[in-house]
């Protein structure tokens, strides 16, 4: 039964985008909120930073660190800007590698994703889980796996490397 269940998780999920997922990336409803980062590398030690978040579909978004030392990346549909106490970086958006990946799913184009990863998603109880492991080679020579767990408003992204290094990031949408 598990193993029927498991294969019935992959066939629905390689094909579509489950609905609440789809709902949140296709929103063009502004969303702000705060996060947490943590890296944690396989000898234990963390490194935590924090920040806040908006994101207006189709204007421009925004990702600042505040703590332990500002940092903010900003991007429009044309340009993005990276700043630091050192330096500041402004370049055309198309400059960024793999911008079009990012500009399918932008646009409710989920086949990047699918060609890219395997995934398994569910939900019970008003909460949705995913993993995702890379199927491309050079991808999996650097990523183990991304997992995702949440609700709606508040969720956690934790991807894993192959040296057991993790990168979590924990966020809270600002509700209205």
């Not at 994703?113 to 995913?130: I, N, R």
């Not at 183990?144 to 949408?173: N, S, Y």
């Amino acid at each position: 039964m598990l193993v029927w269940n498991a294969c019935l998780l992959i066939a629905s999920f390689a094909t579509e985008v489950p609905p609440l997922i789809a709902e949140k990336l296709a929103s063009t409803n502004e969303t702000a909120g705060v996060f947490t980062q943590t890296k944690t590398m396989p000898d234990g030690r963390r490194f935590v930073s924090g920040g806040t978040f908006r994101i207006r579909p189709g204007r421009d978004f925004e990702w600042s660190v505040h703590e332990p030392f500002e940092t903010s990346f900003f991007a429009t549909p044309e340009r993005y800007i990276y700043t630091n106490e050192d330096e500041r970086v402004e370049r055309k958006l198309e400059d960024l590698p793999h911008l079009a990946r990012f500009d399918a799913l932008a646009k409710g184009d989920f086949s990047p994703f699918f060609e890219t990863f395997d995934a398994l998603y569910k939900e019970e109880g008003g909460k949705f889980y995913m993993r995702a492991k890379p199927k491309r080679r050079e991808l999996k020579s650097f990523l183990k796996q991304v997992d995702a767990e949440g609700e709606r408003e508040a969720w956690t992204l934790i991807a894993t490397f192959p040296d057991g290094t993790t990168f979590k990031i924990d966020v809270k949408e600002n509700r209205e």
